[in-house]
């Protein structure tokens, strides 16, 4: 497996984090990766609702099994993580 170096969006937090991810990451895992620098931080924490993950600008979410590299996601290139 590949690390990824993936340009983290948290919403409603006000700063782009870089997240090193492996390309064999669920989204969930990316997800959790991601709440791990912001949830607590700069983001209350939401319980009882679950992290989705999508391409910026995406209207739908990745499938939360969906791995980085089936997402075929690029070195910084910009996901969206938010509370359902």
């Known amino acids: 497996m590949a690390v990824i170096p993936l ?15 492996d390309s064999g990451n669920t989204m969930d895992e990316v997800a959790a990766a991601a709440a ?3 949830v607590g931080i700069h983001v209350p924490d ?3 609702r679950v992290l989705r993950v999508r391409k910026q600008g995406a ?11 089936d997402a075929a996601l690029e ?5 969206e ?3 359902e």
């Open 7 to 21: 340009a983290a969006n948290f919403a409603g937090d006000f700063v782009i984090k870089l997240l090193p991810v």
């Open 75 to 79: 070195p910084t290139e910009c996901v």
């Open 59 to 69: 209207e739908a979410p990745y499938g939360r099994g969906t791995t980085v590299a």
């Open 81 to 83: 993580i938010y509370f």
């Open 46 to 48: 939401q319980p009882g």
């Open 36 to 38: 791990a620098n912001s």
